[in-house]
């Protein structure tokens, strides 16, 4: 755009700069001159003007199909931006702290409980989740962004994305997302309070022994459903129906198999 | 941020050419945004912030990591933003106008888009694509000769004359 040397043609760079009007005044009186001059360089202008389409138009008719109840609840269930960096860093800190000091002792559950007895993975989880009442849960803190560096160590273990719009589900709060481990496995398990029926988890581990439609069974007096993908092994375990479990089921498994 | 949703999620389906794509950047865009929102700098325009992060991410996180994984990127040949149920939804002309800027580079396209679509100066398209405004210059001459190129715009899907405007 800065062009001292007046007898120049104008190049197609300026010529565009000209029909956006993105020139300086003197530019333009440069442009106006030049083409007055020279009637080849009104021919150029037209030839560009012809790619000057009703771009806006076209991209808000296409912004209209844009999904906005998704990404509006997307939005909902992200932290609010005004609370105060200190404390995010404060709140992000404790959760951490706490994530650890309970991995920690869930390790050392897990093992000592392998010991104890031969099983497989829904079993432990069922003797680990008999333990859990509503006040274990109840006091940890509703922080979106907490959970979401929780759900990416679980994604970087187990080889998942995992998002809190896919795992929002009706009346029960996410409290918390965490791994535990047990013979070296990962497993990640993700903590809901029901207000009637108490605990609840989504748990999932890798699994390579295939695809497999819901099943159910009880343990501890709590119900199970699981499925299984190629990859992972998912549970979903509490003391609601069997019914109302295998209906979460379903709409978790349709959104993350999406 | 609610407000800028549906420009968010255009522009990333126009860098992505993939909805399920476009949808996640929304939300890296979002999620981003609220981490730094002590950077976003009052009585500045939110939207231009919120693009500039988008694009950010698609160039150093979603499409470096897709080209990473060998699995390439998207041909405006199978872009989304027109197939099947979506065609009915797109008005002709509209249609026309996206294919034609789909089928346009990336670099080229983005530019485009932000020059044309969000009305964007020149100098705010090169500080949100971070490059200098001679390339912002020289990207959309590029673009309008190969925008140019095509017939006019048909207002019927099929064209039975080649009417010069």
């Known amino acids: ?258 | 941020m609610g407000q800028h949703l549906a420009r968010l999620w255009r522009y990333g389906l126009l860098l992505s050419r993939q909805r399920h794509v476009a949808e996640d950047l929304v939300q890296a865009t979002c999620v981003r945004a609220l981490e730094r929102s002590g950077q976003f700098v009052p009585g500045t325009r939110m939207d231009r912030w919120l693009l500039s992060i988008l694009h950010s991410i698609w160039l150093n996180e979603v499409r470096a990591r897709r080209v990473r994984l060998g699995q390439g990127l998207v041909n405006a040949d199978e872009a989304l933003s027109f197939d099947g149920e979506h065609a009915a939804q797109t008005h002709v002309l509209a249609a026309q106008v996206i294919r034609r800027v789909d089928a346009l580079p990336e670099t080229q396209r983005e530019t485009v888009y932000l020059a044309y679509v969000e009305g964007l100066s020149y100098r705010e398209v090169a500080e949100v694509l971070q490059v200098p405004i001679g390339t912002v210059m020289s990207r959309l001459a590029t673009a309008r000769l190969k925008l140019a190129e095509y017939p006019p715009l048909q207002s019927v899907p099929n064209p039975t004359t080649g009417e010069r405007r």
Not at chain 1, 28 to 35: G, V
Not at chain 1, 54 to 69: C, I, K, R, S, V
Not at chain 1, 226 to 240: K, S, T, V
Request: glycine content about 4%; aromatic content about 6%.
């Open chain 1, 1 to 258: 755009m800065n062009d001292h040397s007046p007898p120049t043609i104008p190049s197609d760079e300026q010529l565009v700069a000209y029909l956006d009007d993105q020139l300086d005044a003197e530019q333009r009186i440069r442009i106006d001159a030049a083409i007055d001059e020279d009637p080849t360089l009104s021919l150029r202008l037209q030839w560009l003007a012809r790619s000057s389409l009703p771009f806006q138009h076209a991209y808000d008719e296409l912004g209209q199909q844009a999904p906005m109840e998704r990404l509006q609840a997307m939005l909902d269930t992200l932290p609010s931006p005004a609370r105060p960096a200190l404390s995010r860093r404060w709140f992000l800190a404790a959760a951490a702290g706490l994530v650890v000091s309970s991995v920690v002792a869930d390790r050392l559950f897990l093992g000592w409980q392998l010991s104890q007895q031969k099983s497989n993975w829904r079993g432990l989880v069922a003797d680990y989740m008999s333990l859990y009442v509503p006040q274990t849960l109840e006091h940890l803190p509703n922080d979106e962004a907490a959970q979401r560096a929780q759900l990416r160590t679980i994604d970087a273990r187990l080889g998942l994305t995992l998002a809190p719009a896919q795992l929002a589900l009706p009346n029960l709060a996410l409290k918390r997302a965490q791994i535990l481990e047990y013979d070296g496995k990962p497993i990640a398990q993700i903590t809901y309070l029901d207000p009637v029926h108490g605990p609840m988890a989504l748990c999932v581990t890798r699994s390579n022994n295939g695809s497999r439609h819901f099943a159910q069974e009880r343990r501890h007096e709590m119900n199970i459903v699981y499925w299984a993908d190629l990859e992972h092994a998912w549970m979903l375990i509490g003391r609601n129906s069997m019914t109302d479990l295998e209906d979460m089921a379903k709409v978790l498994r349709g959104r993350l198999s999406a």
